[in-house]
């Protein structure tokens, strides 16, 4: 089973996320995720190619928990939003 | 090895709970792949519809050889907006479920024009709409046809208006306020005052 850390950096080598948030919120079981990504492969897609880009990179991973729940942003979206 | 299975006339939609509009308009999968009957306590409940989505019971496109994907393929297009999800609308079976379904009622779609599938209801269900729409979770919405996406999307979209924007777009919607005192002139009102 996955840890949140190894998510992380799963994440971080398979989306060449900028950052990456990986939170637990399964309540002790490990099988579920909410989870932030910050990258560049985002750029110029719509929401459903950038969530389809993360399932395809973390199929297996995906498939193995229960659930899983994803924001996407680009580098550029993400200033954007920590600067409001 | 296609199975000709044309939808019935007849909608499996429990309309028992309906204060929410949207509650009611929950479809048995299996009647798709049966197509017919075959649960005699939902039968009961059955109500007749206008044959709206009749004629869509051969599609053209080619799915993977399966029934299966055949009958996903009907499900998908039973209703203009149509959600693969765990439970049903009026007791749905997971948090991701229940906000998606939430969204929609608050949204405001019209029952008439919405189906939803309990995905549990049917394991082969449940994995066949992850392959058919190449997407690992449940709830998934679609609309005329076409994968929307999943709670993530569907709750981004909500809340950006984008959602509001498609579903008003094809006219998907129901007004709570239609049903209220519209004051419409009477003729009396638009005539000339008499002199």
């Not at chain 1, 989870?35 to 929401?47: A, E, G, Q, T």
Request: negative net charge.
């Amino acid at each position: 089973m996955v840890s949140a850390e190894e998510l992380k950096d799963i994440i971080i080598e398979k989306l060449k996320a900028q950052e990456a948030q990986v939170h637990d919120i399964s309540g002790g079981c490990g099988q579920s995720f909410s989870v932030l990504i910050v990258s560049d492969v985002f750029v110029k897609k719509n929401k459903l190619a950038r969530h389809r880009i993360v399932n395809t990179e973390l199929k297996d991973i995906i498939s193995s928990i229960h659930a899983f729940t994803q924001k996407t942003y680009t580098v550029e979206e993400w200033a954007k939003e920590h600067s409001n | 090895m296609f199975s000709r299975q044309l939808l019935n006339s007849s909608r499996l939609i429990n309309r028992s709970v309906s204060t929410q509009a949207i509650r009611c308009s929950f479809r048995s999968f299996s009647m798709i792949r049966n197509g017919g009957l075959t649960n005699n306590k939902l039968a009961s409940e059955v109500q007749n519809r206008s044959p709206l989505y009749l004629n869509h019971g051969i599609s053209t496109r080619r799915f993977l050889s399966t029934e299966m994907q055949q009958s996903i393929g009907e499900a998908v297009k039973s209703a203009p907006v149509v959600l693969f999800m765990k439970g049903t609308p009026e007791a749905p079976a997971c948090g991701f479920s229940r906000a998606t379904i939430q969204l929609l009622g608050s949204i405001g779609v019209n029952p008439d024009k919405f189906a939803a599938y309990n995905v549990l209801e049917d394991n082969e269900l449940r994995q066949g709409i992850k392959e058919f729409s190449d997407w690992p979770t449940i709830p998934q919405l679609y609309v005329n046809g076409e994968f929307v996406g999943g709670c993530d999307i569907v709750t981004s979209m909500a809340q950006s208006g984008e959602l509001l924007e498609m579903l008003e777009k094809d006219g998907l919607l129901v007004y709570e306020e239609e049903e209220a005192d519209i004051e419409t002139p009477t003729s009396s009102d638009v005539k000339p005052a008499k002199r």
